[in-house]
């Protein structure tokens, strides 16, 4: 059964910091990866989606990479602002049709 | 706007009582899901739809029942709900049958608790 799992729960950095998040998974047999974006409250927003055949995929200050073989993933934010903080998910692509989700780490950049 | 919309937002049900979770998307997706969120957890799959008459079971389906039959609608239903179902509930669109080939579209989410 596949695991995501996301390191560390909870992030605060200073602004302007450039920071990486962490997901790593057990199986390297994934379809894609995806990373999200979740404010409280609110529901989910697609911030990078890797297929299985990509290595990483870019927006704007946001770069996310994918090793299967090693069975990470990262997401880097450059220059961080505080209007980055929410808690970002990581979820694998096990099939077609399902995903496995991280729990999320909570990330607060400070002004 | 266009999107994912869910109704309630919140909701209080007491053990036994039965209710739907409803979700409409406008933009004509043909894959469509629900999910549950809870405290220290990842997203779970519970249902999903690839299009009007066909749903299948994600990997926690139990006291949930779906059907879909509009490419709009897809209401989740409880039919006896558990103080385990306490949860908040996402429902997600993609313009594809394959929901890994194009970036999910996420409803606001409903918010229940089963006392």
């Known amino acids: 059964k596949q695991e995501v799992t996301q390191i560390p729960a909870a992030l605060s950095v200073p602004e302007g910091e450039n920071l990486v998040l962490n997901c790593s998974f057990t199986d390297s047999a994934i379809y894609n990866l995806q990373w999200f974006r979740q404010d409280p409250g609110k529901g989910l927003t697609s911030l990078l989606l890797?297929?299985?055949?990509?290595r990483e995929q870019t927006s704007g200050r946001l770069n996310a990479s994918l090793d299967k073989s090693s069975g990470r993933s990262t997401l880097y934010i450059a220059a961080s602002q505080p209007g980055d903080s929410a808690t970002y998910l990581c979820?694998?692509?096990?099939?077609?049709?399902?995903?496995?989700f991280g729990a999320g780490t909570r990330l607060t950049v400070k002004p | 706007n266009a999107g994912v919309t869910q109704t309630p937002k919140f909701q209080v049900l007491k053990t036994g009582q039965s209710m739907t979770l409803q979700c409409a998307q406008d933009?004509?997706?043909?894959?469509m899901s629900w999910y549950r969120q809870d405290p220290g957890m990842g997203l779970r799959l519970i249902h999903y739809s690839v299009g009007a008459g066909i749903t299948d079971q994600g990997e926690v389906p139990n006291g949930y029942n779906v059907s879909r039959s509009t490419t709009e609608d897809f209401p989740l239903r409880l039919l006896s709900a558990a103080p385990s179902q306490t949860s908040v509930y996402f429902c997600?669109?993609?313009?594809?049958?394959?929901?890994?080939?194009?970036?999910?579209?996420f409803g606001a989410g409903s918010r229940l608790t089963v006392l």
């Open positions: 997600a669109s993609s313009p594809s049958r394959v929901s890994g080939a194009n970036v999910l579209t």
């Open positions: 890797i297929q299985s055949s990509q």
């Open positions: 979820a694998v692509g096990v099939n077609n049709n399902d995903m496995r």
């Open positions: 933009m004509n997706h043909e894959y």
